[in-house]
């Protein structure tokens, strides 16, 4: 077993983790509204990266769910799936897209029920990714409220809207 692999197996160490940092960084978001959030970025994109990529495999797509997700990145699912399994797991708990890799949503239901602070949140729905976010840092945008926020779309009307389950497929 490597060693990423321990320590995902293990999240509610990582979940300790993970409240202190976001504990850490609300701490300091009064200085980085004084610095700019714009330059807090730059200084801390490099170490949350380096960090979430050598844990989490993170793909940095900026509205971080980690603590929603059994400490289990599901940007690393192959068809990028937020909210669940797609329905083509197979038997043995692999992905119907890549055979040899478990099922990111096997591992995030299996890891949640070792997080006694945020294992309930895997029942929250998630909104869907905001793909203009990909490559900032998700602190930064928790600190900012965008990692939350739905996307604005234009309708072919011209007409702005926010986009929702409710709204979609429908007149607003």
Known sequence: MSIRRWIQDNPHT???LWQFAEGVLRWLDPVFIR??????????LPFEDLGKKLIFDCQLCGQCILHYTGMTCPMTCPKNLRNGPCGGVRLNGHCEVKPEMR???VDAYERSLKMPMWGKEMLTEQPPVNWQLLGTSAWINLLKGVDRRRRDVAPSDGKWCRLSPMTMGRDP
């Open 35 to 44: 610095l700019g959030y714009d330059r807090a970025e730059k200084l801390i």
């Open 14 to 16: 990582l979940e300790r």
């Open 103 to 105: 099922c990111v949503w």
